[in-house]
């Protein structure tokens, strides 16, 4: 029986109002490479693949992780009252436990979850967006253009799901993809229109979205990061080409498009990689969505856009040259949609401002504080050159790096700060598990690299003070990066963006970066 589903995400079960059982043998229906050991008759009243989530008449998923085996859990998920369970290997597990053996647990995850709550994107616009950095604005962009449009969006990202004027934190970029499911056929049920998806990396190479019809599919730019999961860029670029490799025409009756850009080398490999329509953006190449006539300062953007429907001068709130590409690729993908021209602008300049990504901290003492996402050595290095325009005095840096995460980018991060700032405070992110100095001096080495010199603590001479501080404690390093400030100066709090946590050791305490910038400048 099917009924209007209705999902608790806060404990991720399902709590009213849902399909109440499904026969085994209807959710492997159209599986392939899957074995069936028991009966297929097993109603089965949901899924799970924490076994500490399983609930009596659940069919448990054995997933492998990148630290934990979820095959090392299927006992406990048969004492929690699992009714079958699917998974690769069933080393110990009785001939009395009716079990799926697959060849990807993963796969069979996704594809489970879209039988399970029937197939929940038909009749959604799916809009996915990949690619280093980028996404989380470009996601917003497009929302507040669908939204001037008269459409109904919903979004799936890094700071949040949201729809309907309901917001749920977002503990990953992409879920998994059951609990991915579970919100898309809530907002399919909520009347939403169009679902605009952040799809991480680690997403597409864990399958997460496998199944996932995407009518649009998003190219920011292409840089380093996640390689203490990928190991290689070659590994990444290949995760993240996933999404555009499989972008095919398949049978359904709306096109499939790929928005790409150009002026990143990675836009043209994928285009190469993929069979869908394309539509290009960018301000170096000839493009199908363009800029022109672009001015910029600390109170915004201003030009003209360029568009096969035309051209319209548009102005926004946000600042640098990061945002006016983020401002390209969501005008492109709204254009692919059939948007109209007007209603796209309309959508750029409504929306004010995006938490965390170059956002401004407003403060008592009247200075210039920008909050922002940047953690990788290519989103560092464009903020910085972003804001150096509008510096009359220092831009002074206050950032880090974080814990159990790729090394290697450490000392490439010190260098840019040292190369493009008169000041830097090197400091703590979310250390996790690792000693908090051991992260900054890896850091370091970098900043030693581009010539800056390690300064003193705080100076009575502001104007004059130059070089690196090291100084574990993120608050007290925004703190004295906001003291050493003047009103001509300039001030980049990067990392961190809009996340009102720290993370060290395994405790998550409440730090928000610009509630602390805003104390500290009062």
Not at 1 to 7: E, R, S
Not at 165 to 180: F, I, M, Q, R
Not at 239 to 246: A, G, I, P, T, V
Not at 276 to 291: K, N, Q, S
């Amino acid at each position: 029986m099917l009924g209007a589903n209705h999902i608790s995400t806060r404990t991720g079960q399902i709590v009213e109002g849902r399909r109440e059982t499904m026969k085994l043998g209807q959710l492997i229906t159209g599986m392939s490479h899957c074995q069936i050991s028991g009966d297929p008759e097993q109603p089965i009243n949901g899924l799970a693949y924490d076994s500490r989530q399983v609930k009596p008449g659940n069919l448990f998923v054995a997933l492998r992780g990148h630290e934990r085996d979820g095959h090392d859990y299927l006992g406990d998920a048969l004492e929690r009252g699992a009714m079958a369970l699917v998974g690769e290997s069933f080393l110990g597990i009785g001939e009395n436990v009716t079990k799926v053996r697959v060849d990807d647990s993963r796969e069979a995850l996704s594809r489970l979850s879209i039988q399970f709550y029937n197939h929940p994107f038909d009749g959604l616009n799916l809009i996915g967006i990949t690619g280093t950095n980028g996404k989380t604005t470009t996601s917003y962009l497009l929302e507040s253009i669908l939204t001037s449009a008269g459409a109904k969006p919903g979004v799936v990202g890094t700071i949040n799901y949201r729809y309907s004027g309901k917001s749920h934190p977002a503990p990953v970029t992409t879920p998994e993809s059951l609990d991915l499911m579970r919100f898309l056929r809530e907002m399919a049920d909520d009347g939403v229109t169009d679902v605009i998806m952040e799809v991480s990396s680690h997403a597409l190479d864990q399958k997460r979205t496998k199944g996932c019809p995407f009518k649009v599919a998003i190219f920011t730019n292409f840089s380093r990061d996640h390689l203490d999961y990928h190991h290689t860029m070659e590994n990444y670029f290949r995760s993240k080409s996933l999404l555009f490799s499989d972008l095919l025409r398949n049978g359904q009756s709306k096109k499939n498009i790929a928005i790409l850009n150009m002026d990143d080398p990675k836009g043209v490999e994928l285009a190469a990689l993929t069979q869908a329509e394309i539509m290009t953006y960018g301000l170096r190449e000839v493009c199908d969505v363009g800029a022109e006539s672009i001015a910029s300062d600390k109170a915004g953007l201003k030009g003209d856009l360029i568009t096969p429907q035309g051209k319209r001068t548009f102005q926004s709130p946000l600042i640098g040259e990061i945002n006016v590409y983020n401002i390209l690729a969501a005008s492109a993908a709204a254009i692919a949609l059939d948007i109209d021209l007007d209603s796209v602008v309309e959508g750029i300049e409504r929306l004010e401002r995006v938490p965390g990504r170059l956002e401004p901290v407003r403060n008592k003492r009247g200075l210039t504080i920008v909050v922002d996402y940047a953690h990788t050595p290519d989103a560092l290095l464009k903020a910085l050159r972003d804001v150096r325009p509008f510096v009359k005095g220092k831009l002074i840096t206050v950032f880090g790096c974080g814990g159990d995460r790729d090394k290697g980018k450490r000392p490439e991060m010190g260098r840019v700060a040292g190369e493009h700032s008169d000041l830097v405070f090197i400091t703590s992110d979310n250390p996790r598990r690792e000693e908090p100095m051991s992260i900054i001096g890896q850091i370091e080495k970098g900043t030693q690299e581009s010539g800056m010199k390690r300064v003193g603590g705080s100076s009575n001479h502001r104007s004059k003070t130059l070089g690196y501080i090291m100084e574990v404690d993120r608050e007290t390093a925004i703190r004295q990066a906001i003291s050493e400030a003047d009103i001509e100066d300039f001030v980049l709090i990067a990392g961190k963006g809009h996340e009102d946590y720290q993370i060290v050791g395994r405790e998550r305490r409440h730090f928000d970066d610009r509630e602390v910038a805003a104390s500290a400048a009062q």
